[in-house]
């Protein structure tokens, strides 16, 4: 049989024990909520940065074509340029054709 200072020392442990694995499993709980703070953190921020990649290729996008735009334009004034000049000429020659 047990004496009762051997059941009150098991008891004591016993005791010991399950406040030490209750501490511990604070500490994981504790843990994990931090890890699960860190993830959601990094989860916003990507897709914050998708977000504002996508903001960005948009605006390259309409960038590139306001610069065919322009382009475009450019030859066009080309062409308009080039026909002044010619009738320019055109009608300086006929002017001197008819002095």
Known sequence: MISARAATGMLE?????????????????????????TAQQLSQGATE????EEECTSSMEEMGASIQQNADNA???????TKAAEDAVSGGEAVT???
Do not use: H, P, W, Y
């Open 75 to 81: 030859k066009q004034t080309d062409k308009i340029a």
């Open 97 to 99: 054709f008819l002095i």
């Open 13 to 37: 442990n016993l005791l010991r024990t399950v406040l030490e694995v209750t501490e511990a499993a604070a500490s994981v709980a504790s843990g994990s909520e931090q890890m699960s703070s």
């Open 49 to 52: 940065q998708a977000s504002a």
